[in-house]
């Protein structure tokens, strides 16, 4: 039986997705015995970690399943969810309609298709301030209408959200049971992960055109951001061709890149999480809420 649904090379990410969560049992388990500033810096990794998984492992998952029997992939999103912290599943719907609207701008009624639209809070057209975006978008989601939603068109896919997150929080209980203040000590931490998350899905958009299909989002073509985050830089060649493996991205760059010169698709010399050292941003003018 083949396990794999498209290349054996998605052991990689499986494998990593392991490691993120054997990580997150070591950060509970070993606190006692670490100086705190020691488990501070670990913090910080641990806060990079979850950014780092829900924007390449998780993502990637979305729009091509690691595995070719349907249990692995549901067990497989389990685990994703126990490592990132929130339902993989939850996940998926907001996910694909931020694909659906592609940061779009709000309608007449000022609304957003894109649940996740860097214009949705805005004011007068222009994109949310960075920082209000950065730090309030983890407050924004209503799971209740998230797995209403779901459950609408696919009511076992609804349960089993539902069982990843009472699964994450039956978990985060053992771990209060087996060392609370270790927990309480990376709470900040993971919400940081969340911030950093946001931070880096806002200049995957930034100076995007929500009208243009192949510029819709901003790319980053560094080779190492690539490597380390299973192609998460090609994100306007994403937004272009969602199905498209994260293995074959930087091949449909160069297949689009004359396409995607003309259109002015934003292309940014640092990772997204950075884009605002990046000096293409520095040289736009900036928007801003007023």
């Known amino acids: 039986m083949k396990t794999f649904a498209h290349t054996r090379w998605d052991a990689v990410p499986v494998a990593a997705a392991l490691a993120h969560l054997a990580f997150d049992i070591f950060l509970i388990a070993g606190f006692e015995g670490r100086p705190l500033w020691v488990s501070a810096v670990l913090g910080c990794l641990y806060a990079v970690s979850i950014s780092w998984n829900i924007n390449s492992i998780s993502h990637n998952f979305i729009h091509t399943p690691y595995f070719k029997p349907r249990w692995m992939n549901y067990a497989f999103s389990l685990l994703e969810s126990i490592a990132i912290g929130f339902s993989q599943t939850y996940y998926n719907w907001v996910h694909m309609r931020h694909h659906s609207g592609n940061s779009d701008r709000p309608d007449g009624k000022g609304d957003t298709i894109d649940l996740l639209s860097i214009y949705r809070h805005g004011r007068n057209g222009a994109p949310e301030n960075v920082w209000s975006y950065t730090f309030l978008s983890f407050f924004r989601d209503d799971i209740g209408d998230i797995h209403r939603a779901i459950g609408k068109n696919r009511p076992f896919d609804a349960k089993w959200g539902r069982f990843e997150l009472l699964a994450f929080f039956a978990v985060t209980g053992v771990a ?16 940081l992960g969340n ?32 490597w380390l985050w299973f192609g998460n830089g090609y994100h306007a060649e994403h937004h272009y061709r969602p199905k498209t493996h994260w293995t074959k991205l930087s091949t449909l760059h ?9 259109a002015g698709v934003h292309v940014i010399s640092t990772c997204h999480a950075l884009g605002f050292m990046a000096r293409e941003n520095r040289q736009l003018e900036p928007h801003r809420d007023i």
């Not at 209060?176 to 919400?191: N, S």
């Not at 160069?254 to 003309?262: D, F, H």
């Open 195 to 226: 911030c950093l998350s946001s931070l880096n899905g806002y200049y995957e958009h930034l100076h995007g055109d929500p009208d243009v299909p192949i510029a819709w989002g901003v790319s980053s073509h560094k080779p190492f951001y690539n």
């Open 176 to 191: 209060m049971l087996y060392d609370w203040r270790a927990v309480l000590f990376f709470v900040p931490f993971y919400y």
């Open 254 to 262: 160069e297949q689009i890149s004359v396409e995607q010169e003309k």
